[in-house]
């Protein structure tokens, strides 16, 4: 028997409407864990950078093993570093977060530290004539000009968490990944297809909803020449 001609399930097609209506449930759940990881590593990774940047940047004996170590780790494949966390974490969704959020920390300490560095000396100065203290400084003149260069640096560390989250498909936490992979062993087209272009859009969406916050938190960029 043939397959119906508006079976495109049936004939195994790489786009199908059928696979869209018929697994709408599990695509969402896919695309739900896939949302969670990137973000949950990403803030994380966000939360351990601020600190390693100010202190690479405030005690320069420490920026040379800060950008050391998590360049190294920045370096070791993916697959590697998993196993490498797999007696720590078991597998669970905290092996994939793990994972991530140490890729991540290369790309948001470098990029944190350089918008640290680029700030003027003489506006630091002329904040301290003004009677800024250390912390006030940090959050008033500091943080606010290196945000910029932050900025970059966390749409690059987010857009790539998106992709490396598929690679949690190895221990079962890895989102569009998931499908991605099951799809790839049974050579199911429409499944594949739809995950993996799920995946660039989340990626997109990500890098463009970052951009447009940076432009609201850095208004003073958009009128530079």
């Avoid at 630091?124 to 004539?129: E, F, L, P, T, V």
């Avoid at 987010?158 to 949690?168: H, Q």
Wanted: hydrophobic residues 55%; positive net charge; contains cysteine.
């Amino acid at each position: 028997m043939t397959a119906p001609p508006d079976d495109c399930l049936a004939r195994n097609e790489w786009l199908c409407g059928a696979y869209l209506s018929s697994r709408r449930e599990i695509l969402w759940d896919a695309t739900v864990q896939h949302l969670q990881l990137t973000v949950v590593s990403v803030l994380i990774g966000l939360a351990l950078a601020v600190p390693l940047a100010l202190a690479a940047r405030h005690r320069r004996w420490a920026a040379g093993p800060v950008l050391g170590v998590t360049t190294v780790l920045y370096t070791v494949p993916s697959l590697a570093m998993f196993s490498l966390l797999l007696p720590v974490y078991g597998l669970s969704a905290s092996l994939v977060v793990a994972g991530l959020v140490l890729y991540s920390l290369t790309l948001l300490v470098r990029n944190i530290l350089a918008g640290l560095r680029a700030v003027p000396e003489e506006t630091r100065q002329a904040a301290r004539g003004m009677g800024y203290g250390p912390l006030r400084l940090l959050l008033a003149v500091e943080l606010p000009l290196a945000l910029p260069a932050a900025m970059a640096g966390l749409r690059i560390a987010t857009v790539s968490a998106v992709s490396l989250v598929t690679v949690g498909a190895i221990v079962g936490y890895g989102g569009l990944g998931n499908l991605i992979y099951s799809g790839m062993n049974t050579y199911f087209k429409a499944q594949v297809l739809t995950a993996s272009v799920l995946c660039v859009l989340i990626a997109v969406a990500a890098d463009v909803l970052l951009l447009l916050a940076q432009r609201l938190l850095t208004p003073w960029t958009r009128r530079q020449p």
